[in-house]
């Protein structure tokens, strides 16, 4: 099944751009990447998906090497409201086809004035 | 808004008993997931069900249980909790297996 592997909290400041890197192997050859926003004792929020390459939405980039062994997530100048968690969600399948949604840990983004 | 209901909010019970999440999908998606999100084990993938039937199976104990009606929604059932059990259970759907998922706003529950 996929693993994947976020940094756990990163900091950063009003107006930059913030990366978040998230490492997945053995996600199935056909599956999307998505990410999500989590704001505390709320449902994940859809922000982005790809499959390759760039993907850009209004919100936020996403980039995918060629090996899709990674993905990362680009947000733009930052508010404080991007405070928030970040996950990535890859899939892969399991030995009797089924196929397993696996969330990152996520990444703690704290935006400072 | 997502478009995904789940009830109740908050539930409050005791070790041993049993309760009943609700999930009513968006409208058109077939396909319905359950994720456990405690404090150390960040969203864990319990079950999916498509169209009726189930289709993959997490990290769900047996104690657990879930269920699509031929109307769509989705019943997770948990018995003989545990102290354990504590945290918040969200559902999402989407339109078929695969695709985009969009998540309720989830259920707390609290086992004393």
């Known amino acids: 099944l996929a693993k994947t592997t976020q940094p756990i909290s990163m900091d950063s400041y009003e107006g930059q751009e913030v990366n978040i890197t998230c490492s997945h192997n053995n996600i199935a050859t056909n599956d999307y990447i998505t990410w999500y926003q989590q704001f505390p004792s709320q449902g994940p929020r859809f922000i982005i998906q790809g499959y390759k390459t760039k993907v850009t939405n209004e919100v936020a980039s996403l980039f995918i090497p060629a090996d899709r062994k990674s993905s990362t997530l680009s947000l733009p100048r930052v508010s404080l409201s991007d405070t928030a968690v970040y996950y990535c969600?890859?899939?892969?399948?399991?030995?009797?086809?089924?196929?397993?949604?696996?969330f990152g840990r996520g990444t703690s983004l704290i935006v400072h004035p | 808004d997502s478009g995904v209901t789940q009830t109740p909010k908050h539930l409050i019970t005791a070790t041993g008993q049993r309760v009943t999440l609700r999930c009513s999908p968006r409208?058109?998606?077939?396909?319905v997931y359950w994720y456990q999100q405690s404090l150390d084990q960040g969203l864990q993938f319990l079950i999916q069900y498509y169209n009726g039937e189930e289709r993959a199976k997490g990290n769900i104990l047996e104690r657990f249980s879930a269920q699509q009606f031929p109307d769509l929604h989705s019943e997770l059932n948990l018995s003989s909790l545990e102290l354990g059990d504590s945290a918040l259970y969200f559902c999402?759907?989407?339109?078929?297996?695969?695709?985009?998922?969009?998540f309720g706003p989830g259920t707390r529950l609290l086992v004393l």
């Open positions: 999402a759907s989407s339109a078929t297996i695969q695709e985009t998922q969009y």
């Open positions: 409208s058109g998606d077939l396909s």
């Open positions: 969600l890859v899939g892969s399948y399991a030995s009797g086809g089924s196929y397993i949604p696996t």
